[in-house]
């Protein structure tokens, strides 16, 4: 029978989707290394997507220190995936892991992928120390990188008012025009929030 590797070696986008699918259906130590290192090289969403699933049905214990490795790696895919990874494990004890290096990442898709794990995994007392971090990112990049920011900015929730408030009043119109946006979305959101609660409350 084919190794986990030999599968995920295959040019067929089907067979590396069925091999990340049964690597974790039935989980085995030494898939680990295995499938942490497709990650970084792995060209297909869908299978990248499932090898963070597989991934998780492992020992976490055995998974995080192979994963840590792979955020200090020097290709972006690599850092980007386990950044995901650690926001699909979702526990709030590794967002220590996600560094000022990886928020203020020189590639956009990293950039983006710690600016969602940590807006995910940030417990409240460092609320405000990551807003601080992400506001300077403001005006950065394209339409979907601004569009990302914003979105994951709200998540974080009331912490962002004040300090976009202040960058609102920027010289710079892109970065203005962002924090007013962003400002907008939030209060959007809110008031969309404020009204489904009391049927929440009521079901």
């Known amino acids: 029978m084919a190794t986990l590797k030999a599968l995920l070696d295959s040019p067929d986008q089907s067979v590396r989707l069925k091999a990340a699918l049964a690597a974790g259906t039935y989980p ?14 792995e060209p ?4 990248r997507d499932t090898l963070s699933w597989a991934l998780m049905r492992h020992d976490l214990k055995e998974v995080l220190p192979m994963l840590t490795a792979q955020l200090n790696s020097t290709h972006n895919q690599a850092r980007s995936q386990a950044l995901h990874t650690l926001s699909k494990i979702g526990d709030k004890s590794n967002y220590g892991l996600i560094t000022h290096e990886h928020l203020l990442d020189s590639n956009d898709e990293v950039a983006t992928t710690a600016w969602r794990s940590a807006s995910l995994l940030v417990p409240d007392e460092e609320k405000d120390a990551l807003v601080k971090i992400l506001v300077t990112q403001l005006g950065r990049g394209d339409g979907d990188t601004q569009f990302a920011l914003t979105r994951f900015l709200c998540a974080i929730g009331e912490p962002i008012v004040q300090p976009l408030q202040e960058v609102a009043q920027s010289d710079n119109e892109t970065i203005r025009l962002h924090a007013e946006i962003t400002l907008i979305r939030y209060r959007e959101m809110k008031l969309e929030f404020d009204k489904k609660e009391p049927r929440r409350k009521q079901q």
Not at 28 to 41: D, G, R
């Open 44 to 47: 297909d969403f869908f299978v």
């Open 28 to 41: 085995e130590s030494e898939y680990i290394a295995v499938l942490i290192a497709q990650c970084a090289i």
